[in-house]
């Protein structure tokens, strides 16, 4: 069974800086692919940054520039490095582990908060 715990959220003001963690237990297997999202009240669940395990990343064009994805195979932990954050980032960010490569499944973690004050 894999697990996955975000930490990092919190209150910051804007132009300020977060970086979420999400730590991964458990017998991981193939990694598909790996990623972060986020929900803003009243939206669906958004793309924000994404991570191959071959290195490859992609990142929502209104986060281009200001984030960072990672991840500490050492670890087992994908990071989201947020920079210039704006009141537009407001929202439950989750991390996402696509495991398996015939028949992924998707594994989330239990979300983070974020809130940027203006």
């Known amino acids: 069974q894999v697990q996955l715990v975000e930490s990092g959220g919190g209150l910051v003001q804007a132009g300020g800086s977060l970086r979420l963690s999400c730590a991964v237990s458990?017998?991981?297997?193939?990694?598909?692919?790996m990623g972060w999202y986020r929900q803003a009240p009243g939206n669906q669940r958004e793309l924000v940054a994404g991570?191959?395990?071959?290195?490859?990343?992609n990142y929502a064009d209104s986060v281009k520039g200001r984030f960072t994805i990672s991840r500490d195979s050492a670890k087992n932990t994908l990071y989201l490095q947020m920079n210039s954050l704006k009141p537009e980032d407001t929202a439950v960010y989750y991390c996402?582990?696509?495991?398996?490569?015939?028949?992924?499944?998707?594994?989330w973690g239990q979300g983070t908060r974020v809130t940027v004050s203006s």
């Open positions: 996402n582990f696509r495991i398996g490569i015939l028949r992924p499944v998707d594994y």
């Open positions: 458990g017998t991981i297997g193939s990694i598909n692919a």
């Open positions: 991570l191959t395990p071959y290195g490859i990343t």
